[in-house]
T-cell receptor
Framework: DVKVTQSSRYLVKRTGEKVFLECVQDMDHENMFWYRQDPGLGLRLIYFSYDVKMKEKGDIPEGYSVSREKKERFSLILESASTNQTSMYLC???????????FGPGTRLTVT | GQSLEQPSEVTAVEGAIVQINCTYQTSGFYGLSWYQQHDGGAPTFLSYNALDGLEETGRFSSFLSRSDSYGYLLLQELQMKDSASYFCAVRDNYGQNFVFGPGTRLSVLP
């Protein structure tokens, strides 16, 4: 079974803190994605990566950065957390050219 | 801009058939995917259409019309466990990126 794991299920941080969310996949997928999910807005793409050290901005990259130093690991960084970044964060991976994404369990981040 | 539209809610009874529509306007198009998400869970993949027509997988079928920028997910013989949110997603940007719709919440009643 494909497994996508995320470092935390729940996280509470203070405004201004630097936050790291990590995602690891075990299927040798080329593509990895970070989404945030908010009620009524569906999943919105923050960043994606199609190869090691490669990244592309999604629809809402402001306030976020990413890092992909190894193929299996994709990190999302909130440089200075703000309350409007309180959300569910979902990581996903897929083979290049595939319409099928595999999602991790999500991290519910609360910024106070 | 890029946008996908789905009904926000659909209600049906056990054993019935329900269709969830998705219309899209995106800068590129490589295919349409469908995902299911139960409350508190992660989205799970259901189906993918790259070409026009109907794809069937058990009780679930998905249809695509590229000329109409339209697709639907058909769920047959509804079961209580099918109560969940369903998202359509377009694969675009040279096939590397995905844009998701806002989701349709399906409630299956006994």
């Amino acid at each position: 079974d494909v497994k996508v794991t995320q470092s935390s299920r729940y996280l509470v941080k203070r405004t201004g803190e630097k936050v790291f969310l990590e995602c690891v996949q075990d299927m040798d997928h080329e593509n990895m994605f970070w989404y945030r999910q908010d009620p009524g807005l569906g999943l919105r793409l923050i960043y994606f990566s199609y190869d090691v050290k490669m990244k592309e901005k999604g629809d809402i990259p402001e306030g976020y950065s990413v890092s992909r130093e190894k193929k299996e690991r994709f990190s999302l960084i909130l440089e200075s957390a703000s309350t409007n970044q309180t959300s569910m964060y979902l990581c996903a991976s897929s083979f290049a050219g595939s319409g099928e994404q595999y999602f991790g369990p999500g991290t519910r981040l609360t910024v106070t | 801009g890029q946008s996908l539209e789905q009904p926000s809610e659909v209600t049906a009874v056990e054993g019935a058939i329900v269709q969830i529509n998705c219309t899209y306007q995106t800068s590129g198009f490589y295919g349409l995917s469908w995902y299911q998400q139960h409350d508190g869970g992660a989205p799970t993949f259901l189906s993918y259409n790259a070409l026009d027509g109907l794809e069937e997988t058990g009780r679930f079928s998905s249809f695509l019309s590229r000329s109409d920028s339209y697709g639907y997910l058909l769920l047959q013989e509804l079961q209580m466990k099918d109560s969940a949110s369903y998202f359509c997603a377009v694969r675009d940007n040279y096939g590397q990126n995905f844009v998701f719709g806002p989701g349709t919440r399906l409630s299956v009643l006994p």
